[in-house]
């Protein structure tokens, strides 16, 4: 069955970009929506935005300047960068394969703590 | 703020039903469909409702979904003390053009 595993530093410090690869397995990446949402410690999910596998990219207007989302699909991977980064970013990250207004597998998440 | 409304905490006896309300407007809720999600404690979301009444394969018939106008409601029956956990509406806000969740609720089956 497809899984989805997100790696990358667990430690950014401010200022600096967070980058997160997320590898999928047991299936190919086309025909799907893929997904990062983050959910900080003791909150709720926050959608940050999808790649489909063409390339074509939505993201959440109150991250967009500073997130790019992109998608290699000779690696089954997709990828996010988030860009100046405060303790405000400090979260879980998932990845997420789906569709427009849902996701249907996700990672297992990783957590990025923000800080110097 | 989430842009959708869920009550932060619900409380029912095992074996009971109960219904989660999440609330939005035209532009989300109102124009395209909601899922559902639970989460478990230190887990990943689990996708239990799709396109607003769809159970994905292995999800048990006890969860329903349902939407009428700018509101959502999943439904639970026959709760179990497994049921507890927080649970996440989504949809996606035509205004913002992005994905939104609600502020989820916690479910306590007692």
């Known amino acids: 069955q497809v899984q989805l595993q997100e790696s990358g530093p667990g430690l950014v410090k401010p200022s600096e970009t967070l980058s997160l690869t997320c590898t999928v397995s047991g299936g190919s990446i086309r025909n799907y929506y893929w997904s990062w949402i983050r959910q900080p410690p003791g909150k709720g999910l926050e959608w940050i935005g999808y790649i489909y596998y063409t390339g074509s990219t939505k993201y959440n207007p109150s991250l967009k300047s500073r997130v790019t989302i992109s998608v290699d699909t000779s690696k089954n991977q997709f990828s996010l960068r988030l860009s100046s980064v405060t303790a405000a970013d400090t979260a879980v990250y998932y990845c997420a394969r789906g569709s427009i207004g849902y996701s249907d597998i996700w990672g297992q998440g990783t957590m990025v703590t923000v800080s110097s | ?110």
Do not use: H, M
């Open chain 2, 1 to 110: 703020q989430s842009v959708l409304t869920q009550p932060p905490s619900v409380s029912a006896a095992p074996g009971q039903k109960v219904t989660l309300s999440c609330s939005g407007s035209s532009s989300n809720i109102g124009s395209n469909y909601v899922s559902w999600y639970q989460q478990l404690p230190g887990t990943a979301p689990k996708l239990l409702i799709s396109e607003n009444n769809k159970r994905p394969s292995g999800i048990p018939d006890r969860f329903s979904g349902s939407k009428s106008g700018t509101s959502a409601t999943l439904g639970i029956t026959g709760l179990q003390t497994g049921d507890e956990a927080d649970y996440y509406c989504e949809t996606w806000d035509s205004s913002l053009s992005a994905a939104v969740f609600g502020g989820g609720t916690k479910l306590t089956v007692l």
